[in-house]
């Protein structure tokens, strides 16, 4: 599907309500499915999500997760070393491409018999599941989040618990930390302290409801709205804790510099408000926070600010190589993009092309960053409906604020 959004103005002092993080709901998904007692609420209806509900329920031989890395990475841990079953566990042909011998690797040093069916280091991954004691596992600090987690989520089920030691510079911290939170609240015995994890086995469950908060990186796109409206405009989103869980959350700190206010009100809303014009020029590093580089990146453009992100190396094993997806997009709007491994500046631009068609490249963050620029000129967003990936009422949300979607 392919929208054209024409320039609009947003409707102020509206309230949208976004569905639960997708983050947190697939955690959970694999807590509830070590521990059958969970009860889990406002759970995401993210496709994401639905995956790993479907794999879960899946009794066959062979689970397709599609696009779902997330999912891929958790149940990768979760059959190998917390069932017997033996499977295929596969996806789409980019889910091929993207690497996940890290985690194979870290997992055969617990026992697990896990084989490659096609290239060494990617799936589909063929798993001969046994149930492990746990123990000790050495493993790299800079890379995803996503492989750590998946490591602590079944400690907390494996008899001797898990220790990781991580080598290097940890990347995307505060993931880790939601992971240990929600540990915590389950009951698990954590300990996170420079470069060392342990979970201990839970023994007994403390607390089975949960409710999951909204989704902070889907939040990001109405940050980025906000800034790019006229000083005064305001939207209230539901619903929102200000001490969140979620690492994404700090994007209320870094659209300050974009002249976007954060207010907390009664019963978990927040309320975006433009009070100034932005800064000149944009700083910040996204080690913790990569999931908003597209967002960030797309706003400053907008704004015709400046803008230099680094601490981005995980963009290029994501949905896309975001990078590089990112120069290219930019570019055809007429943005002066220079790229490296880990980081990504945008010269300050004087105009913007309008009715520039955007290819998304099968990612979801691509189209639902991309589409506040209509804020500032018509733009087309190809293959629009990859948004389901995480945000699956995006673009209704979008027409109840202003925009007009057209399907093309």
Known sequence: ??????????????????SGSKSESNRLLILQELFDDLIIDNISDADDVQAMQRALASTGDVIDVHHAGTTMRFLTAYYALCTERHLTLTGSNRMQERPIGVLVDALKQ???????????????????GHVSRGGNITLPANISSQYITALMLIGAKLSEGV????????????????????????????????????????????????????????????????????????????????????????????YEQLGVDTQYTVDDIVQLTKVA????????????????????????????????????????????????????????????????EASLQIEKADCLQAMVTIDTYQDHRMALAFAPLALKVPIVINEAEVVTKSYIKYWQDLQKIGFQVEEQ
């Open 163 to 254: 220790t990781l030691d991580l080598i290097g510079d940890i990347t995307s911290r505060p993931y880790i930390e939601m992971t240990l939170q929600l540990l915590d609240q389950l009951g698990a015995q954590t300990h996170f302290e420079e470069n060392s994890i342990v979970v201990k086995p839970i023994q007994q469950v403390a607390s089975t409801h949960f409710t999951v908060e909204s989704d902070w990186s889907s939040a990001s796109y109405f940050y980025s709205m906000i800034a790019l409206s006229p000083v005064g405009t305001t939207i209230r989103l539901k619903s929102y804790k200000k001490n969140s869980l979620q690492g994404d959350s700090k994007v209320a700190f870094l």
């Open 110 to 128: 617990l026992g697990a018999d896990i084989t490659y069916e096609k290239k060494e280091g990617y799936p589909p991954l063929r798993i001969k």
């Open 1 to 18: 599907m392919k929208v054209l959004l024409p320039h609009i103005r947003l409707t102020s002092d509206q309230q949208v309500v976004i």
């Open 277 to 340: 014009e932005a800064k000149s020029d944009f700083q910040a590093d996204l080690i913790e926070t990569p999931d908003l580089a597209q967002t960030i990146a797309v706003s400053c453009f907008g704004l015709g600010v400046s803008c230099t992100l680094t601490g981005l190396h995980t963009l290029k094993i994501k949905e896309t190589d975001r990078l590089l997806a990112l120069q290219n997009e930019l570019t055809k709007l007429g943005a002066e993009v220079t790229i490296n």
